[in-house]
């Protein structure tokens, strides 16, 4: 009897250790088989545009078809784009843009773009059609993330700069181990201009305890109770991080507002190391 309750006891433990390296073995099969990205760094690749979003008179949402309904695009999270088009004059034209989608969106990619008057690549968004194809190439930039490295994020961003912060937030905030908080001012000329407002404003009713949004506006309406003007020391000392070891400082806009952020950034105690700008 003590025989066979030892042998029933052994082959349990066989059979939970068998469990148990069947799941790892699982798990380390997920991790060496993720999808293969679509994205080649060296060689131009098209996407056909299956569906464009008007969002206002000069912002538009672009959707883009990867290769099979479970393709994932490849793109490191905070990384960008290098599009091919051709300006008025036919003059082929390369600008980096960065998707606001992620690779848990299987199948597609997005770009929301802002289409200026005299943009040479917005001329050619402005001209592109449902089964048109945008050349693309990638991935493209310097920022590397990783979950929790940082404590918190400090992001200044302006105008059309919002899409990187846009899609680092969006990783971070769909990652539940992800403690990571977030603190954005985010600059325009009007409230027309500002981008994916919808989605921001969700994120930060959705998170409140790692999402915080500061709005500043160069021409409020009536009635605005966000940020006037341009971003001062002030609104960074309000709204950011203080500087610290583990925290990071994202930057991204016009040329103007990169220089003026960088110069108060320094004067507030902010290190290089303390500061990435995309």
């Not at 994205?39 to 979003?53: C, Q």
């Not at 088009?85 to 606001?100: H, L, M, Q």
């Not at 919808?198 to 966000?226: H, M």
Request: charge should be positive.
């Amino acid at each position: 009897m003590e025989y066979l309750r030892s042998h029933r006891v052994e082959v349990l433990s066989i059979a939970v250790a068998l469990v148990a390296i069947g799941a790892g073995t699982a798990y380390y099969l997920y991790l060496t088989k993720k999808p293969k990205g679509c994205l080649d760094p060296e060689k131009f690749k098209e996407f056909k545009l299956v569906k464009r979003t008007q969002i206002s008179h000069n912002v538009a949402k672009f959707r883009f078809a990867l290769p099979t309904p479970t393709s994932v695009l490849g793109l490191p999270i905070g990384q960008h784009l290098s599009c091919r088009g051709k300006d008025a004059n036919g003059e082929e034209v390369i600008k980096a843009y960065t998707p606001t989608t992620l690779d848990s969106d299987v199948g597609y990619f997005e770009l929301v773009i802002k289409m200026y008057p005299q943009g040479r690549m917005s001329h050619h968004f402005r001209e592109l059609r449902e089964g048109d194809y945008l050349a693309v190439k990638g991935p493209k930039g310097r920022f590397k993330y990783q979950p929790g490295q940082v404590r918190a994020f400090g992001m200044l961003a302006g105008g059309t700069g919002i899409t990187p912060m846009f899609q680092v937030a969006r990783a971070i905030l769909e990652n539940p181990s992800d403690k990571t908080k977030i603190h954005l001012i985010y600059a325009n000329v009007t409230y027309e201009d500002i981008l994916l407002k919808e989605e921001l404003d969700n994120f930060a009713q959705n998170f409140p305890d790692r999402f915080s949004i500061y709005y500043v506006l160069n021409e409020p309406p009536e009635g605005w109770k966000g940020g006037v003007g341009f971003v001062s020391k002030d609104m960074i000392l309000a709204y950011c991080p203080p500087p610290a070891s583990d925290i990071r400082i994202l930057r991204c806009g016009p040329p103007p507002m990169n220089k003026a952020m960088a110069g108060h950034l320094e004067a507030l105690g902010y290190t290089s190391q303390m500061q990435f700008q995309f």
